[in-house]
């Protein structure tokens, strides 16, 4: 299989489940926003290893919001998918919802945006597989990632000239 062979979000979306149990929770009996993050920064890795089809490295995790908390018992649905990619980089989308398995009720609980280096087996930055937009979503993701890596970008040139 041809590594560098573009590829779709689709192709390399991934999702998960987990029951949010008393040890990953707080004393107030919500997650830990530490156990979240871990397990995002997992998925959201398993995408972007899958898109490049080598190995990759968390680069910096962007923006995350903690929108709802998740109570124990609930269960955590985790999608994971690739957004944007540059040369040897690319930025994975993450979305976790919350599902109450009494009631059904799923609500928005977390978002994050997390930048990914892919590497070789020297640990040497690769080229990054293309991305293919097929959706109005593909393309919406995708250009919205733009205007962050864009910003992304003059903010560490703005930092580095202090």
């Not at 008393?22 to 997650?31: E, L, V």
Request: aromatic share 6%; with cysteine; proline share 4%.
């Amino acid at each position: 299989m041809d590594r560098l062979r573009p590829k779709s979000p689709a192709d390399s979306a991934v999702e998960t489940r987990y029951v949010l149990m008393p040890q990953n929770a707080n004393h107030m009996g919500t997650a830990f926003g530490g156990a979240i993050m871990s397990w995002i920064d997992m998925i959201a890795g398993m995408a972007a290893t899958r898109h490049c089809g080598t190995l990759t490295v968390t680069a910096g995790i962007d923006s995350i919001s903690f929108i709802t908390p998740i109570y124990v018992g609930e269960q955590v649905i985790i999608k994971s998918r690739v957004n944007y990619v540059g040369n040897t980089s690319l930025e994975v989308g993450v979305q976790v919802t919350k599902e109450n398995p009494r009631t059904g009720e799923v609500s928005k609980a977390t978002s994050a945006y997390l930048t990914f280096v892919a590497i070789d087996e020297n640990k040497k930055p690769v080229k990054v597989p293309e991305l293919v937009l097929q959706t109005d979503d593909d393309r919406r993701r995708y250009e919205n990632a733009k205007l962050r890596v864009k910003s992304r970008k003059e903010l560490l040139q703005k930092m580095r000239k202090r």
